[in-house]
């Protein structure tokens, strides 16, 4: 065989090995993928926020006998839905899991009524047997918004225009109302 020949057959040897690795390579990639959204997120005091936290298995539809979520807050351990056991545990009674959302890859948290206190890092695990993979996620509390104060006590509801309705006196209490609150938010 000439020369020429021979070392065309090494390359082409060596091109279908590496192909070969490539392709079992590809074949142990990670089947887990955890999405978050950008942190931080931002909510106000006394309202619910939901911490998003998705999953998927690329290769196949989850299968909830190989989950085990575990939320996380300041290293304390705040909710946790572990399939051996069957159950949904959360340490703070302000928040929720929702089992019924974890066979689509919905492992968000909802927090209810947060305080500044909620206010830091949280983490969301995912250990899909036998994978794991950790999100985190700032949480920022900020003051609840300002309530206006529309005064209503300047309208007389027994003043009778002579039309017999009551309708004008809504009418004029909501435009009044409406009034405030462009001049508030100006």
């Known amino acids: 065989m000439p020369a020429g020949e021979a070392f065309t057959l090494q390359l082409t040897e060596m091109a279908l090995q590496i192909l070969l690795f490539m392709v079992c390579l590809k074949g142990t990639g990670a089947a ?23 999953f998927s298995d690329t290769t196949q539809t989850v299968d909830l006998s190989k989950l085990v979520l575990t939320w996380r807050f300041q290293n304390r351990e705040v909710a946790k839905y572990d399939e051996d056991t069957d159950e949904i545990v959360t340490n703070i009674p302000r928040a929720e899991l929702f089992v019924n959302e974890l066979q689509n890859g919905n492992a968000s948290l909802l927090l209810k009524n947060i305080t500044s206190k909620d206010a830091g890092i ?3 695990s995912v250990n899909y047997y036998p994978e794991i993979e950790i999100k985190e996620l700032t949480l920022n509390v900020s003051d609840p918004p300002p309530t206006a104060y529309i005064p209503t006590d300047f309208v ?15 009418a004029g209490v909501l435009l009044l109302q409406t009034i405030f609150v462009v001049m508030y938010l100006l």
């Open 122 to 124: 949280y983490t969301c």
């Open 32 to 54: 887990l993928k955890v999405f978050m959204p950008i942190s931080p997120v931002t909510a106000h005091a006394g309202s619910n926020v939901l911490l998003e936290c998705y």
């Open 156 to 170: 007389d509801p027994d003043y009778d225009d002579g039309s017999n309705s009551s309708s004008n006196t809504v």
